[in-house]
């Protein structure tokens, strides 16, 4: 089961690069990050497809997306100098404390 999580972690890491090099594409009208962009979601596709797998679908997508909200909305922060905020925040601590629930106490996920 480890290895499915592996493969869930590198599919949100690949999400989180290709989300990012969109923003930087400037509406693909940039050729490198259009490129990574492209490359990244294949990539992040593939591995999310390898851990469905072993993961249940909607298990997999709230831990894909919880994950990628938070990592995106701190790439936000630092990166494009983006502000959230109290709202925002409040947000995404309900959202991540979604996944944590569903991870320790969901009879869905496979411990």
Do not use: C, R
Not at 35 to 59: E, Q, V
Request: hydrophobic content about 60%; cysteine-free; glycine content about 6%.
């Amino acid at each position: 089961m480890l290895k499915t999580y592996i493969f869930l972690f590198i599919a949100i890491v690949f999400e989180i690069i290709a989300t990012s090099s969109l923003k930087a594409s400037d509406q693909f009208s940039k050729l490198w990050p259009s490129i990574l962009t492209i490359l990244s979601y294949a990539t992040a596709f593939y591995f999310l497809s390898l851990s469905l797998h072993k993961l249940n679908l909607g298990i997999a997508y709230a831990i894909w997306s919880g994950i990628g909200i938070v990592m995106i909305s701190l790439v936000g922060l630092f990166l494009f100098k983006q502000k959230l905020d109290l709202p925002a925040i409040i947000g995404i601590i309900l959202i991540v404390s979604g996944v944590v629930v569903i991870n320790v106490f969901s009879k869905s996920v496979s411990h």
